[in-house]
């Protein structure tokens, strides 16, 4: 039982930068991993970017690295993903998942919408 809450979404100009965050309530397990997939007008859902809670051990599409970040505050629960350097084919609305694997995702949060200007 975990409930995952996005917030962070909005309008950017392309080459400008947000940060995401994924709330996390209720039980979670260390052996967990949190991440997030993004599906953008037309396409399907597509995994961004994950980090395993216990090691921190990260893992980002090619699409992403470099340019997106993610990473953990133990203290609030809560998952971040900084973008930088934003496309327009960025665009999408990106949701926070978690699951033992992310191969297989057990929650999702509602999806914040993420908007990049040429």
Known sequence: QVQLAESGGGLVQAGGSLRL???AS????LAYAVGWFRQAPGKEREFVAG????????NYAD?????FTISRDNAKNTV?????SLK???TAVYYCAAAINLS???Y???????TVSS
């Open 88 to 90: 327009p084919e960025d």
């Open 104 to 106: 297989n995702p057990a």
């Open 80 to 84: 971040y993903l900084q973008m930088n």
């Open 51 to 58: 980090i395993r809670w216990g090691s921190a051990n990260t």
């Open 26 to 29: 209720g039980r979670t397990l």
């Open 63 to 67: 699409s992403v690295k470099g340019r």
């Open 21 to 23: 965050s994924c709330a």
């Open 108 to 114: 999702w949060g509602q999806g914040t919408q993420v």
